[in-house]
DNA sequence: TTGTAGGCGTTATCAC
DNA sequence: GTGATAACGCCTACAA
């Protein structure tokens, strides 16, 4: 306390009388920071719960008394660099360049002018800004350990990505990330899956065609590692049209965990794409003071979500 | 002009040089307006489709070289308050306050401060900020039309809400407008809905509870109007359990126009909550110079998205 | 047409 | 400890 307690009684009621609240701006402007950390991103929109991304970084902001000054690019380079200078020129403390699914990219120069940190971005080349991923590779191991704890070691079939040979959306993180996974994992099992299908674009169309030729051959699968849940939902089809069970015929484990997973039925055994807790940690790593490990590749867990779809194996002759 | 050409090529070589930009803080300083606009919601995440809300916001802010500072209240009145005066602190030039569902609610003291627009939100008591909605009683009548056309007259069952008397989930106005123009248009031809099932939560659940009960009664439907997206997945599951096809056997249409609905098989017929387009007309009418009639009511009209789940009406003996 | 000074509302510094 | 004063960077009005 630097004033008297009488004076500091008197100021706070002349403060409530008059309505006064102090000019942000200025203080702004004499201090040299807006208190208003940047959230630049490719899409918002297309990705439905990608805006989760957002909600994890707005929470995290709004405990430290931050507000968010968001912008999306759909993908123009150009216009990202413009949004970041844009931002730069607001005095933000710092800007969290974001991608709405893990994506390799080019790390544009005008990040480097400042404070910042890549949210679900994996940069190309190697930079001094640190980086938030969700772990890929773990939740394909998490996956696999599932099928194998349920007594799965055989007839083990991916959908959307090729296993013989490895082959994957180009510039998708997730999939060969969670493709490595599942194989060692496996393989630490010495198993190995049956097959995979290469799915270009990850919708339940794709699923449902992928699942469908799979059905055709001879050999029945009993599980499905799908590679994320729009997959799942076509496989589900697929099976449906089979006449086969989900979780007693033909079990199915997926990723992402976005709503339509326990739309399902049976509800589908899915492992999350931790999007709040990515927001989260942007934020807070922009806003921590000692800053770490500066081009720290933070790895966010992928949690598994428990539900009907992976039945245990039954034990037959070649169990 | 009010230079020489001369001494102006001079000063832009400078300013490339120094890499010289205008600081935006002291500029709103002086000027008494930051070129931002706040936008201030209760749930961006819950609602997956809704951050199309955003984006059209986003985009028509660009468009007019604003930046957008976001908040969520996740419902909190008095967090709702407080963002709204943070904003204004920060001298937004106005705010839009959004819900991402269609609610009625009271308007916040606050946003009577200065200008605003609601997004989503219709006003409890009469104020004079304007209201941007969807047009959920034409939707209705959309819904209705689209099936009369199809040569429907009877067996049409309503999901998601009561008939006799009607009941519909409270706060909710999507509920009370669609069944509004449903009613009305299908008068309009004579026709009455043979009935409709209150449903409390419109998730998937529910829609397959509510057909399931349907189908148990002596009189099948021919027709079901779903009150969404979710509710139509769940009563496609309850259809598909009865061996009945979709189209085929009992047609569907739907509201909302979530991506769920593309993925159906059928594909669903939805009429679409047109979220971007909302945003835009929220931000185009904050910055409206005339601001035309203060307390207006913009509705913005719901498209119908044709696919494959409304069959023609085969002929019958009552027909 | 060009130059200059004053002020937007803070905060920080520096004498007292 | 306290109170006055300069400065943050820009815009604008007014004088030259």
Known sequence: MRISAQIEAKVLEAVAETGYRPNVVSRSLRTGSSHTIGFVSDTVATTPFAGHLIWGALDAARERDRL????????????????????????????????MYTRRTNVPAALLDGPGVLLNIVPTRACAVPVVIPDEAEAGRTAARHLLEAGYREGIYLVGVGVNPPKTPRGAVAASERLLGIIEELAAAGVTPAGGAYVKDWQPKGGYEA????????????????????????AFQALEDAALMVARDVSVISFDDEPVASWLRPALTSIALPHYELGRQAIELLLAPGSEAPGGVHRVPMPLRLRESVGRVERTATG
Request: aromatic fraction near 2%; hydrophobic fraction near 40%; include cysteine.
């Open 68 to 99: 968010l000054l968001i912008a999306e690019t759909e993908g123009d380079a150009e216009l990202e660099t413009q949004m970041i200078e844009t931002m730069r020129d607001r005095q933000v403390e710092g800007i969290v360049l974001a991608s």
């Open 211 to 234: 699942t469908k030729e799979l059905l055709r051959r001879r050999h029945q699968p009993k599980a499905l590692i799908c590679f994320n849940d729009r997959l799942s939902m076509g």
